[in-house]
């Protein structure tokens, strides 16, 4: 059974880090591109970042490019948020998601997690 697991979520100020952890099991996690999303009280769930599952490739949502960095480590089955800079609107549920595509819509996702909330106080 495969499980996606975050963690590392909670409130902070803004200008502030924190850095989120996704433990992954049940699949073979260096063959999968992970991603990050987030859903915001009363939006849509929206795309936040992505890795290949080599590590190689990274690309980012505007609107949190030079801000957020991910990251992965395929001996400890984990993808990473690091996320600087915290703005009140990136309050969200934070979603760790796999999939073997590297540009898959967040429809197509093969697995996700349960999410971890990020609270970000002005």
């Known amino acids: 059974q495969v499980q996606l697991v975050e963690s590392g979520g909670g409130l902070v100020q803004a200008g502030g880090s924190l850095r989120l952890s996704c433990a992954a099991s049940g699949l073979t996690f260096s063959t999968f591109s992970m991603y990050w999303f987030r859903q915001a009280p009363g939006k849509e769930r929206e795309f936040v970042t992505a890795i290949s599952w080599r590590g190689t490739n990274t690309r980012y949502a505007d609107s949190v490019k030079g801000r957020f960095t991910i990251s992965r480590d395929n001996a400890k089955n984990t993808v990473y948020l690091q996320m600087n800079t915290l703005k009140p609107e990136d309050t969200a549920v934070y979603y760790c998601?796999?999939?073997?595509?590297?540009?898959?819509?967040?429809?197509?996702?093969?697995?996700w997690g349960k999410g971890t909330l990020v609270t970000v106080s002005s």
């Open positions: 998601s796999a999939d073997r595509l590297y540009t898959a819509a967040a429809d197509g996702m093969d697995y």
